[in-house]
């Protein structure tokens, strides 16, 4: 009898070995890893989120509809925001054209740009940031 207890014993003790180190390794693996160095990290635009945003709730704006919502309740520039907002839909229409597109149905003489797809609650990246410098 004696035999199978010190046995016990030894499987006992294995086995507690094993879940120890089985902790250990999950514990190592739980950590956040760590960024590649070269990892480019984009900040978007706060503008360009708020602008996409807005094109996914309404599915369809002009750059003028665009900048007097956005830029209501503050003292911004209501022409530089439209610029702006034509400049980002026009770029996105460009870059995504199976997500956005400049509809053929104008709105007091200015382009209306629909959302075909939604891609996501981020917008599209920049050309001018893919891959560059």
Sequence with gaps: MENTTTSEWFVAKALTALADRRAEAAQGETTAPTAAPDAVVRTADPFATRLWNLLRIRRALTADEAAALLLADTDDDLALGR???????????????????????????????????????????????????
């Design 83 to 133: 610029r702006q907002a034509g400049a980002l839909m026009l770029s996105w229409s460009r870059q995504c054209p199976q997500a956005v597109r400049v509809d053929a149905r104008r709105v007091d003489g200015l382009k209306r740009y629909a959302l075909l797809r939604d891609i996501g609650a981020t917008p599209p990246v920049p050309l001018t940031s893919r891959g560059g410098v």
